[in-house]
């Protein structure tokens, strides 16, 4: 069956830094895109970026775009999230989901904390 499982979340200072990272398994990884979103206390799902299957073309939401890097590696069916100059707005859970944008994810993993505070 088809997993996503989320790692790497925590807490950081503003200006900081933290990686995330998203172990997939149960299907063909090297065929799909992959997206980041999240979900910030009190508000609804944000697409947060996505990437192509072969590692062709990126995406940011303008929120994250210049702070935010996403990559994948398919020969370990693992997609990342590099985030940068952390902001207390980025707080919020961050889920790896199969397919590009909310609209196409069809498979989610079960997230991931980001707490950004001093």
């Known amino acids: 069956q088809v997993q996503l499982v989320e790692s790497g979340g925590g807490l950081a200072q503003p200006g900081g830094s933290l990686s995330l990272s998203c172990a997939a398994s149960?299907?063909?990884?090297?065929?799909?895109?992959m997206s980041w979103a999240r979900q910030a206390p009190g508000n609804g799902l944000e697409w947060v970026s996505g990437?192509?299957?072969?590692?062709?073309?990126?995406h940011y939401a303008d929120s994250v775009k210049g702070r935010f890097t996403i990559s994948r590696d398919n020969a370990k069916d693992t997609v990342y999230l590099h985030m940068y100059n952390l902001k207390p707005e980025d707080t919020a859970l961050y889920y790896c989901?199969?397919?590009?944008?909310?609209?196409?994810?069809?498979?989610w993993g079960q997230g991931t904390q980001v707490t950004v505070s001093s």
């Open positions: 990437i192509y299957s072969d590692n062709s073309d990126t």
């Open positions: 989901t199969r397919g590009f944008g909310l609209d196409q994810a069809d498979y």
């Open positions: 149960g299907f063909t990884f090297s065929r799909y895109a």
